[in-house]
């Protein structure tokens, strides 16, 4: 039996986010709420594809078309948001041996492409894809080129001292040996939010990097997850805001979303150590399995990732297109 593949129905959407849950590639910003609000600020109109096989549901694949001009293009997650992961997200296939799970696979990607060509016809598409997808070879038979992209996960499954003892010994330091009344952590609201975004944006920009991701977009995300969080953690010396970060928190996973830049405050604390592991031991707590510290491609950043004895984890960014679009594409600055 083959799989079909169509625009989620009503009675579709309704469960949609419940499919979500049940796979191991979903994340907060598959979620039907999140993925209108990503279409808004996007400025794109999006398709949310479903494959069934008879009742059962085998994938999800949210695709945002966009046009420049005459060009139409395809995208997920759509450009300039910094949204982390998005494409495709599987079902029911965990219990399946090898042969019958590839078949599937393979037969709800090429449904959802074969829709793709068939009803938007785009000149140019980029997907990139959540850590739990782990195999791309059905986008590469169909013309993608696929680079690896990385990040680091820390387990949190562990008991506080086996987490903090695998640090590095100046992140053990830093954690261990600044006095709690140094400095205050809190979980904030919509003006730790702002002030977050601000001192990120400053920060790009002062690099000489445009940061272009509307403040709206992650206050109206934040007000729309449903079964996810956007949590600020934000610290303060003598009550004056220092520094911060937006985690991203779905499942039993949470992630360094944005933030966590280098403070311009004169203050003897180690402002992202701490932050950080404000989040894992809150997460632990919680019973949260993993951190995602969200990017481990940057060299320099790396080093300071690199200290939580993180655990290396791949996904990837696809692309097809004409070398001449690729270049156009590109001005949509999309894939960073």
């Given at each position: 039996m083959s799989?079909?593949?169509r625009v989620a129905t009503d009675d579709d959407r309704a469960r949609w986010?419940?499919?979500?849950?049940?796979?191991?590639?979903?994340?907060?910003?598959?979620e039907l709420e999140s993925l209108a609000v990503q279409a808004d600020h996007a400025g794109a109109t999006l398709h949310p594809l479903i494959g069934f096989k008879g009742q059962e549901p085998v994938g999800l694949f949210p695709v945002f078309e966009l046009r420049k001009g005459f060009v139409r293009t395809v995208f997920s997650?759509?450009?300039?948001?910094?949204?982390?992961?998005?494409?495709?997200?599987?079902?029911?296939?965990?219990?399946?041996?090898?042969?019958?799970?590839?078949k599937r696979r393979t037969r709800f990607v090429d449904g959802c492409l074969e829709w793709i060509d068939d009803e938007l016809d785009p000149k140019y598409g980029h997907i990139r894809?959540?850590?739990?997808?782990?195999?791309?070879?059905?986008?590469?038979?169909?013309?993608?080129?696929?680079?690896?992209?990385?990040?680091?996960a820390v387990d949190l499954t562990r008991d506080e001292a086996d987490i903090l003892g695998?640090?590095?010994s100046d992140a053990r330091r830093n954690v261990r040996n600044?006095?709690?009344?140094?400095?205050?952590?809190?979980?904030?609201?919509?003006?730790?939010?702002?002030?977050?975004?601000?001192?990120?944006?400053?920060?790009?920009?002062?690099?000489?990097?445009?940061?272009?991701?509307?403040?709206?977009?992650?206050?109206d995300l934040a007000d729309a997850s449903a079964n996810g969080h956007v949590t600020p953690y934000a610290l303060h010396v003598d009550d004056e805001f220092v520094g911060g970060i937006l985690a991203l928190e779905y499942g039993s996973r949470?992630?360094?979303?944005?933030?966590?830049?280098?403070?311009?405050?004169?203050?003897?604390?180690?402002?992202?150590?701490?932050l950080d592991w404000a989040i894992m031991d809150d997460a632990r707590e919680r019973g949260l399995e993993t951190y995602d510290l969200v990017g481990a491609d940057t060299r320099r950043i790396n080093r300071y990732k690199a200290k939580f004895n993180p655990d290396l984890e791949t996904y990837y960014s696809m692309e097809?297109?004409?070398?001449?679009?690729?270049?156009?594409?590109?001005?949509?600055?999309?894939?960073?």
């Open positions: 799989v079909d593949v986010n419940e499919y979500v849950g049940r796979s191991p590639q979903g994340t907060l910003c598959h997650p759509p450009p300039h948001l910094r949204v982390p992961y998005l494409g495709p997200a599987f079902l029911n296939m965990g219990k399946l041996k090898q042969r019958k799970r590839e894809t959540s850590t739990g997808v782990t195999d791309v070879r059905p986008f590469v038979w169909e013309g993608f080129d696929a680079t690896p992209e990385y990040t680091y695998s640090f590095s600044t006095a709690d009344d140094a400095y205050e952590i809190t979980i904030g609201g919509r003006e730790s939010i702002q002030r977050i975004h601000e001192q990120v944006t400053h920060r790009y920009e002062s690099q000489g990097i445009s940061f272009d991701v509307p403040l709206e977009f992650v206050l949470t992630g360094r979303w944005m933030g966590g830049v280098r403070t311009d405050a004169d203050v003897d604390v180690p402002t992202n150590d701490l097809y297109g004409s070398l001449g679009m690729r270049t156009v594409a590109s001005l949509y600055n999309s894939v960073k």
